[in-house]
């Protein structure tokens, strides 16, 4: 195994002298593997993912682009497919941040990690890779993708990015953040691409992707809740409807509940053993259209254009 690996590394190293170089928002470069903007160490883990990772037919995987309510997601699906083994009252997410219940499988240390050691099914793993660089294997399984306008995602992602930027480098200015934006460029971007990637394979199996977006979740938690549940296989009973279980798990995976958790509040979640992000940067404002504060009307008008003919045809809308 250890042979295996380091011939993975190598292939790794080799890569990378192949590909393209692109600006990074917390790194230096990115790089374009397959379409798609990387950092170094998650084009190494996409190798590692698709020669180690070993799926279950029951597995549902969480895919979205950063900043698009993964964490959100994170907190409701593992709430909503154990509700059976936690009070509310006394809830598992009361004491562990959403970011621990389920690996994330862009960062996880291969081969090392032994997801064959979770005993709860179905498992449940959450990765910003697009549909496109999946294995197969998570490709035959359940897949739950939740997107959101570009524009929150844009000012979300320069935030948390700004932070987490490494301090040998300047600090990226919002105006060169939209620029990289616009071309794509940027961490599992380009970000139109993402989404259609999900969108068009939805399409095709509409019962293994169940597609989202964050703006419908805001809208009508509920109703999202409700979906996800059956979606995983676990619809609710109606002496649960009746209990108001829904709204205990809407409520519970609040922003306002979660972001004011001291759990959520104290502390670094690590991802790998090169990126440590503060537990309190998951929850900001949580808000739909916080990019009026940001983006001027060229800005939005830039945006929405590059989104109408990205999408057009596509039978999809943001
Ligand atoms: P903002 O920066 O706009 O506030 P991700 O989890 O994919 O990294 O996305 C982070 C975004 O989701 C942030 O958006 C964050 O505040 C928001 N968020 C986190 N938890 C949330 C929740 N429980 N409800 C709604 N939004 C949430």
New binding site residues.
Partial sequence: EEVEYNIICQKHKLLLQTLTKGNGWRVQHLYNYKGFWLNPNTVKNNLLLHTYFKSLPTDIVLA?F???????LK?LMFSTLNRHRYNFSDHHLHNHGPQSTFPFLDCESYPITDFTNIPISPRLFATHYSYTLLPACIKSGKIVYVCRDPK?VL??KW??MSKLRSKDLPPLSLDVAFELFCQGESEYGPFWEHILSYWRASLESPEKILFLKYEEM?KQPEVVVRKLAAFMGKPFAEEEEEKGVVGDIVKL???EN??NLEVNNKGVEKFGSLVEVEKRD??????IG?WKNYLNEEMKERIDRITDDKFKGSGLSL
């Fill in positions: 979205a950063m900043k698009s309510g993964t964490t959100w907190a929150d000012i979300s935030h948390f805001k995976c609040s922003f979660l972001s998951f929850f900001r404002k949580g808000e916080d």
